[in-house]
């Protein structure tokens, strides 16, 4: 709720102790009343001369100890090149030895009363000062703690409290240090009152204070979730207790009040539910807990809470023969939070079972990780990672549903359930957590993208998921085939996407069928087995590696000896095109590379100068035959030619220019791709019968055979590669007409 309120760790009065003591009020500007009293008494024991050990002040004060309801910690620090000592005294409030939040379930008595006209001394009702109406502004600012803020306003971030229920519209938040009447004007009467920074100048001298996140969250975000606040307090040593109570929108009333012990009241009065809110949940054992595991896991104090739960009797001895077992209820204290992130363990001190129940309890999954990353960074970026690679795609992951991101905490308290930014799109399948301590807690999700440290951490934590993979693939071949057939599609999108901008980083990972081995293999062991006298990596692109085997060029170049990537999913040949070359050693052991080649398209780099040359002497030769066969296809080719690349085939079809035949049936499934088509070239096999034929009916004059077999030839290269045949009637009617 703030210093000045609640006094707990790390948040308390600071006593400096030099040669001649100041006073605790010029030191400490900030201590409540109730607290300096306490400790101005103590220094009262020797007032001039100087402490010469932290453990004479505690002698000093030894005697305030032993208050039921306050208990003191002290830690002393002294720098051998300082001469002044520092005492921080740290007040919980809490019984003695007391470490954990407490949470209690039940009946709580209401304290004090409220009047909604005057106050009982017959004052009106105070406005807030600093511009109350500045409230929506600042209501607007908290909204990211919006869930947390009824219930563990106090609770997160405090050593110890107790909370209790009345019913459905009052949730009890108990402190025992306490407040006067100026401290709560002071304090709660303010909007932008800021604990953080009164405690910040006071601690001006001081270097490396970090106290984000210290403080919890604003006192006056108790109103996102409540209709009325009450907060009733007696400061320690003081006769007096005052009741501060206001609605949020129309300024507060301050007034005496009953209450016996020292300490806060602080009663949240939760607003009805309403369409689209549901603020019973801050009332609910169930949704106390689930708010508790989700925003305060990982906070270092123990979160208590007394729950009902049953059990069975003891069975009585001797047991009848028709006892039936009989159950009880009872009150357990409960510990709801983890407190020791399993991120901040080293990782021989967390068993896989370990790693793979927190994966699979905090990100919803039946299946164990296929990879757990551990990374600890320091230096620039001081960071806590644990990401986990799942071993199945979520049912949503190629959806727009799906959403990637990493769980984001600061200093171990969550401040983004899934930050996008941590992560490329191409390592979106990683979940987990990143902890950071360069993060502040108040910090905006527009600020978060333009954060230098976000950045720093996204580009390490990159480089360690593609280090993992890599390891895994060297290491686990099997396991990594698993992975690949989950999101092998989401790694090639990736070196395809932002223009190939990321391929360099991506392409060891990448695994393509072979067809020569029969086996999925990396770019590298594909080169690594490439004879010297191969040009390029070979790849054809369709829908089944069954008829990609069989397609006229791949067999022509698995003839030669050579292997064949057989590229089955709509990326493949995008990313391979991206790509152009990979790495490749030459003879003489200089580095090089080598293009990518499809088998369909252009000059395979097979042929010897002699076959060229035949080729296009026949190709010249026979120009009048190509020409009529181009005019009877009707456009559909932009050439006819003897072809180099088929062997047994009659006929096929190849692309002219970077848009290949399968590149086309790919975009051609795009809206807004129509009339997306390749440059097709209708090649034929010189040295097979149909060819003869073809000449035969060219010298003879028969125009009708020419455009009937020019039409047959077309359909069956279409479906050579692929390809629809654009009229199947009249297809089928050419077949039947030359059965007869």
Request: one cysteine or more; aromatic letters at 10%.
């Amino acid at each position: 709720v703030g210093s000045e309120m609640c006094i707990r760790d790390r948040s308390i009065a600071i006593m400096q102790i030099s040669e001649k003591p100041k006073p605790l009020a010029e030191i400490a500007p900030n201590t409540p009343a109730g607290l300096r009293q306490i400790t101005e008494k103590a220094m009262e024991k020797d007032p001039d001369k100087r402490y010469q050990s932290a453990q004479e002040m505690l002698d000093a004060i030894e005697e305030f100890k032993r208050n039921p309801s306050i208990r003191f910690e002290y830690e002393y620090r002294n720098a051998e090149d300082n001469p002044e000592r520092n005492i921080n005294r740290v007040v919980n409030s809490a019984k003695p030895g007391a470490k954990a939040a407490n949470i209690r379930t039940g009946d709580a008595r209401r304290v004090g009363t409220a009047n909604p006209g005057r106050s009982k001394s017959g004052k009106k009702k105070k406005k807030a000062s600093k511009g109350f109406s500045l409230f929506p502004i600042f209501f607007g600012m908290a909204v990211a703690f919006v869930i947390g803020a009824a219930i563990l306003i106090y609770l997160i971030f405090t050593n110890s409290s107790n909370l209790l229920f009345s019913n459905r519209a009052d949730v009890q938040i108990i402190s025992f240090v306490g407040m006067t009447k100026d401290e709560l004007e002071s304090n709660l009467g303010t909007i932008a009152k800021s604990g953080s920074l009164g405690f910040k100048q006071a601690m001006e001298k001081k270097e490396d204070i970090d106290i984000i996140g210290q403080f919890g969250v604003g006192f006056y975000s108790a109103f996102m979730v409540a209709d009325k606040v009450t907060v009733i307090s007696k400061a320690y040593g003081s006769d007096e207790a005052w009741q501060w109570e206001s609605s949020g929108a129309d300024g507060y009333e301050l007034e005496p009040a009953e209450k016996e012990t020292a300490g806060t009241d602080i009663i949240l009065h939760i607003k009805p539910d309403t369409e689209t809110d549901n603020y019973d949940n801050f009332l609910d054992e169930y949704g106390i807990v689930a708010i508790v595991k989700k925003y305060s896991d990982y906070v270092r104090y123990p979160i208590q809470m007394e729950r009902e739960k049953s059990r069975q009797k003891p069975e009585p001895d001797p047991k009848p023969d028709d006892y039936k077992p009989e159950w009880e209820t009872y009150t357990e204290l409960e510990t709801l939070n983890s407190m020791v992130p399993i991120w901040k363990k080293q990782k021989s001190e967390v068993t896989d079972e370990e790693y793979a129940n927190f994966y699979k309890d905090k990100f919803s999954d039946y299946a164990d990780p296929a990879r757990v990353i551990v990374s600890r960074t320091e230096g620039t970026a001081n960071y806590n990672a644990l990401l986990f690679v799942p071993s199945h795609r979520p049912y949503d992951f190629y959806t727009k549903d799906y959403e990637k991101g990493l769980a984001l905490y600061a200093s171990g308290v969550l401040i983004m359930e899934k930050c996008a930014d941590l992560l490329p799109d191409y390592f979106s399948f990683v979940k987990g957590i990143v902890d950071s301590q360069d993060l502040s807690l108040n910090i905006s999700r527009e600020m978060l993208q333009k954060d230098n440290q976000l950045k720093l951490i996204h580009n390490a934590l990159e480089k360690k998921i593609k280090n993992e993979l890599h390891a895994m693939l060297a290491n686990d071949r099997e396991k990594y085939e698993s992975f690949w057939k989950e999101f092998g599609r989401q790694l090639k999108f990736g070196a395809y996407s932002d223009y190939g901008m990321h391929a360099e980083l991506l392409r060891d990972l990448l695994l393509f069928w072979s067809a020569k081995e029969q086996k999925m293999v990396t770019l590298q062991e594909y080169v690594d087995k490439m004879p010297a006298e191969q040009k390029y990596i070979y790849f054809a692109a369709g829908d089944s590696t069954d008829r990609l085997a069989k397609l006229p060029a791949a067999e022509l170049v698995m003839d030669k000896g050579y292997d064949v990537l057989l590229l089955t999913e709509d990326v493949d040949e995008f990313c391979l095109q991206i790509m152009r070359t990979y790495p490749r050693k030459d003879a003489e052991g200089k580095d090089g590379t080598v293009e990518f080649k499809n088998v369909n398209s252009g000059d395979l780099g097979l042929e010897t100068e002699d076959e060229k040359k035949a080729a296009e002497e026949a190709t010249t030769a026979n120009k009048a035959l190509f020409d009529a066969m181009k005019d009877a296809l009707d456009g559909k080719v932009k050439e006819v030619k003897v072809s180099t690349r088929l062997k047994d085939h009659p006929v096929c079809l190849s692309a002219d220019g970077p848009l290949s035949i399968e590149m086309e049936k790919v975009l051609s499934k795009q809206p807004g791709s129509e009339g997306v088509k390749s440059d097709k070239v209708l090649e034929l096999n010189a040295n097979h019968p149909v060819f003869a034929v073809l000449k035969a009916a060219q010298e003879s004059g028969d125009t009708d055979k020419i455009n009937k077999y020019s039409a047959l030839l077309y359909a069956q290269a279409q479906l050579i590669e692929g390809l629809p045949v654009d009229d199947p009637t009249a297809y089928a009617e050419a077949v039947c007409s030359l059965m007869k």
